[in-house]
């Protein structure tokens, strides 16, 4: 009886779980180059058997929030009339260089520094193949396989990187991933003078967490109805 | 549960400075030199409870863990220097800038600022001022008997004289351009100001190293694009509305969370 109260909880949390996350996703509708967190659960036992090695515990029921990852399908593009704005066509990451090492995104709202560098909007070198790229002319050129110009002179190719499994990289604040195992991209193309947005989808964004919420009721009624099975069981034992 | 709200509060804050920054943009449909301006906007940082690559198991690793974001947040109001549309005025003091770069002008309080409005005008002196009085930097003084003037696209000044037929030159119009003009601050008045992220001025003639050509008896508009900024209100105002949901979702699973617990 108690068991069952405690797989009721396990739902609700897990919802209010998932419920956050979804929410988070809609509140980067309009971030560009974000990609939405996706979440997956699984239930107690399968979990309790990985823990314990070649011994499965039975217990069952309950349910618990897994894992995440990213949802990789490109967002929508937005032409602009601004030459650094750059879209990634096709599969591939844009790297910056952060304080704390290489990260990837696929926000191409770029701009110069201070010192006609190329940053993104945190300030965050973009890379080339060489390294940082200087446009001291103000005048930024990219072709579709990423050769960027300096007006007229050549200065170094995009660095555009992709992941064979990108279930290994973790995102961090400012629509950047960090992660390992990159290798040069070779399938994209890239588009100046636009840039890509958010790929969170507001109708599917809400469904799922309407669709979460009648979970969660469920849930509630779930634990509400042990807890009145409880109490009659009490009053009656206690006459 | 308090995640969601949070979260959802600062979607809703966000569309509404997207909001605001594109009522501005529609409020300087009108004025001449005004350069449109976009928010661009970031997520927040993210809550990790299970890290991506920490052990599972002996030998097992979590493939892609779960990271809670926190929200978005506006990361920059970018100004967009795309060329305005031009007018012809036929007024011989509307200037207007072909291209990269600002006129200088001089504030009350001393400091050079830029802008690309450029509908100048004499003052009793008749030396060469803003709409708002102030004079361009370095100075062009127009003598009072002075019965035409042509300037240059190189930004030359030339006078004809009263009784004379030879025009006269009495000045050179310099521009200034900048590495970054994205990174200029906005002082209000149509006039932009140097900051540490813009770089230095670098000053020169009109046409050369980059700077746009001087082009007299015209003006620049605003780059303000009604249509486009009607569109992004509308996306503002739906993601804003979509956000609000999200909000009265959470707040009925609080609710009902706390009602668990009956009578």
């Keep these: 009886?108690?068991?069952?109260?405690?797989?009721?909880?396990?739902?609700?949390?897990?919802?209010?779980?998932?419920?956050?996350?979804?929410?988070?996703?809609?509140?980067?509708?309009?971030?560009?180059?974000?990609?939405?967190?996706?979440?997956?659960?699984?239930?107690?036992?399968?979990?309790?058997?990985?823990?314990?090695?070649?011994?499965?515990?039975?217990?069952?029921?309950?349910?618990?929030?897994?894992?995440?990852?990213?949802?990789?399908?490109?967002?929508?593009?937005?032409?602009?009339?601004?030459?650094?704005?750059?879209?990634?066509?096709?599969?591939?990451?844009?790297?910056?260089?952060?304080?704390?090492?290489?990260?990837?995104?696929?926000?191409?709202?770029?701009?110069?520094?201070?010192?006609?560098?190329?940053?993104?909007?945190?300030?965050?070198?973009?890379?080339?193949?060489?390294?940082?790229?200087?446009?001291?002319?103000?005048?930024?050129?990219?072709?579709?396989?990423?050769?960027?110009?300096?007006?007229?002179?050549?200065?170094?190719?995009?660095?555009?990187?992709d992941f064979s499994d990108g279930a290994n990289l973790s995102k961090q604040a400012g629509s950047l991933l960090v992660g390992t195992g990159s290798r040069p991209a070779d399938d994209y193309t890239i588009v100046q003078g636009a840039f890509e947005g958010s790929n969170v989808n507001a109708l599917l964004e809400l469904q799922r967490m309407m669709n979460g919420f009648r979970l969660y009721e469920a849930n509630v009624r779930a634990l509400q109805m042990q807890d009145d099975s409880i109490e009659t069981l009490l009053s009656q034992a206690l006459g | 549960m308090m995640r969601a709200l949070w979260s959802a509060a600062s979607g809703m804050m966000a569309q509404q400075l997207n909001v605001d920054t594109i009522a501005n943009n529609l409020a300087n449909v009108n004025t001449a030199g005004f350069k449109r301006q976009r928010v661009d906007f970031q997520d927040l940082m993210y809550q990790a409870t299970k890290l991506p690559g920490s052990p599972a198991a002996s030998g097992v690793e979590v493939p892609t863990g779960i990271q809670v974001g926190l929200g978005a947040r506006a990361a920059a109001t970018t100004k967009i220097f795309a060329q305005g549309t031009f007018q012809n005025t036929g007024n011989s003091l509307d200037l207007c800038i072909e291209g990269d770069g600002f006129f200088q002008v001089l504030r009350p309080n001393g400091d050079v600022a830029y802008t690309r409005a450029g509908a100048f005008k004499l003052d009793s002196n008749g030396n060469l001022v803003t709409s708002d009085g102030c004079p361009l930097e370095p100075p062009i003084t127009i003598p009072t008997d002075a019965e035409s003037i042509s300037i240059g696209g190189d930004g030359t000044v030339a006078v004809i004289l009263a009784g004379n037929t030879t025009p006269q030159e009495i000045g050179q119009i310099t521009l200034a351009r900048f590495a970054n003009p994205a990174g200029l601050l906005n002082l209000g008045h149509s006039l932009y100001g140097a900051t540490a992220a813009s770089g230095a001025a670098q000053t020169g003639t009109p046409g050369d190293g980059g700077l746009g050509q001087v082009a007299q008896g015209v003006l620049e508009l605003s780059n303000v694009e009604v249509v486009e900024e009607m569109v992004n209100m509308i996306t503002a105002q739906r993601a804003y509305e979509a956000n609000s949901q999200a909000i009265k979702i959470a707040d009925d699973m609080l609710q009902l969370a706390n009602n668990v617990r009956r009578g």
């Design chain 1, 1 to 161: 009886m108690l068991r069952g109260l405690y797989t009721a909880a396990s739902g609700i949390q897990a919802q209010t779980a998932k419920n956050d996350i979804y929410v988070a996703n809609l509140a980067n509708i309009s971030s560009a180059g974000y990609r939405r967190s996706q979440v997956s659960q699984e239930s107690f036992p399968q979990s309790l058997a990985a823990l314990d090695n070649g011994a499965p515990i039975q217990l069952r029921g309950g349910v618990t929030v897994s894992s995440g990852g990213l949802d990789l399908t490109p967002g929508p593009i937005t032409q602009t009339a601004n030459d650094f704005d750059l879209t990634i066509v096709g599969s591939g990451f844009f790297c910056v260089r952060t304080p704390a090492g290489i990260a990837f995104t696929r926000n191409g709202q770029f701009q110069l520094d201070a010192d006609s560098v190329l940053v993104n909007r945190d300030g965050y070198p973009v890379l080339g193949v060489k390294g940082i790229i200087r446009i001291a002319s103000g005048k930024l050129k990219v072709d579709e396989q990423g050769q960027a110009w300096d007006g007229d002179k050549p200065v170094d190719a995009l660095r555009i990187v």
